[in-house]
């Protein structure tokens, strides 16, 4: 569902919680590589947000 939201609704104020949430299943799943690359991507997309700044903190403890 969550990358639904980013699929469909990039530009919706909820999409970088949404693609930061499919980062943190990965990391829950040990897929450690996707969660890295989902979390650069939050960074990335959505730089100036919340979301960047958690998937920042949780890239620096993978």
Not at 2 to 13: F, M
Not at 41 to 61: C, F, G, N
């Amino acid at each position: 569902y969550y990358a639904t939201v980013v699929k469909n609704y990039p530009k919706s104020p909820k999409a970088a919680e949404a693609l930061l949430k499919v980062g943190v299943i990965m990391q829950e799943k040990k897929d450690t590589a996707k969660a890295k690359a989902v979390f650069q991507q939050v960074i990335k997309l959505y730089p100036d947000t919340e979301s960047a700044k958690q998937a920042q903190t949780r890239l620096t403890s993978l």
